[in-house]
């Protein structure tokens, strides 16, 4: 389990992939406000489209924000909540996304198809709770 203390600043992401592609990143809550009751999951934490794949081998500095990291705050007593990065390649072809403008009720499936990204290659996941 990770503190959100410890998470304030986002992650480093990092990977041997493809030189010539190019990358999306996801970072979801799909616990907010609560896993008992998610009524505006999935929370976007994050999201990164045409990233360089020298980002992906050195740790996401460049790419297209399409939301800025915002760092995991569950609210109190909402017990765990789960953070779920992803990665898609898209083989060199850049995407034409346009800023998101709310983090609430993102809906990763149907992103993923809109844009045919298809499976993630990699994905990751944590845990988190509201200390207080």
């Known amino acids: 389990m990770m503190s959100p203390r410890n998470l304030r600043f986002a992650p480093r992401v990092t990977l041997d992939v493809d030189p010539e592609s190019t990358f999306s990143m996801i970072m979801i809550d799909p616990d907010n406000l609560s896993r008992k009751n998610p ?3 999935e929370w976007l934490h994050w999201l990164v489209v045409n ?3 020298s980002n ?3 740790g996401i ?3 297209q924000h399409q939301m800025a990291y915002g760092s995991p705050a569950p609210q109190p007593r909402t017990d765990l909540h789960r953070y779920i990065i992803l990665l898609y390649e898209h083989q060199g072809r850049r995407l034409q996304v ?3 403008n709310s983090r609430a ?3 990763t499936k149907q992103f993923v198809e809109k844009y045919k990204l298809g499976d993630p290659i990699a994905g990751n996941f944590f845990l988190a709770q509201n200390e207080g």
């Open 39 to 41: 009524s505006v999951a």
């Open 51 to 53: 990233i360089p794949a």
């Open 56 to 58: 992906i081998q050195e």
């Open 61 to 63: 500095n460049g790419g």
């Open 98 to 100: 346009p800023k998101i």
């Open 105 to 107: 009720k993102f809906n």
